[in-house]
């Protein structure tokens, strides 16, 4: 199976209500960066088979927009396992789960995804994690088998920029019209 994870993109300052804070949605950044993603996995020829997001607004949206751009048709599901106060046994369930699916897109929270993402990388019995950041907005690719998970990629928002702003520029050379 792949498996891509996606932490959420930018969604603004955190709320010091909580239940405010559940409803949080993307900001007008986060949703371009998700537009500049999706354009990026498709010219990669990435399609999934299944979407899997946290519950709250900010991962919805971004799994909507992404699965949008990127062709997905199926219904995006909800999932308590990348919930922020979801736990590593929980996750691993949620994997197990949708085992079946051999592209597979979740989208949830930092700390949890970073902590998760570390367990699949690293065995448990290895004295210390692995350290790897996930920004907002950032797409790790793991290829999951026997074993230790293979980490084939990461994609941070700065290279999703850059990509996206090399694309999209002319190729045409400037000419004046005198």
């Not at 969604?11 to 949080?24: C, F, I, M, W």
Request: aromatic share 4%.
């Amino acid at each position: 199976m792949n498996l891509f994870i996606l932490r959420h993109a930018s969604a603004g300052t955190r709320r010091a209500n909580p239940l405010l804070d559940l409803k949080r949605p993307l900001d007008k950044e986060g949703k371009r960066h998700c537009l500049q993603l999706a354009l990026i996995l498709n010219a990669l020829n990435v399609q999934f088979d299944l979407i899997v997001s946290s519950p709250l607004k900010r991962c919805l949206q971004t799994a909507s927009l992404i699965g949008t751009e990127t062709g997905y048709e199926a219904q995006i599901l909800h999932s308590n396992a990348l919930a922020p106060t979801a736990t590593y046994q929980d996750f691993h369930k949620l994997l197990h789960d949708c085992a079946h699916a051999e592209n597979l897109l979740v989208v949830g929270h930092n700390p949890n995804l970073t902590s998760f993402l570390g367990k699949l990388l690293v065995p448990t019995d290895a004295t210390a994690p692995a350290n790897i950041r996930l920004r907002k907005g950032s797409l790790a690719r793991l290829s999951l088998a026997r074993g230790p998970a293979i980490l084939q990629g990461l994609i941070d928002p700065r290279t999703v920029r850059a990509l996206y702003a090399t694309s999209t520029k002319s190729s045409r050379r400037k000419t004046s019209r005198k």
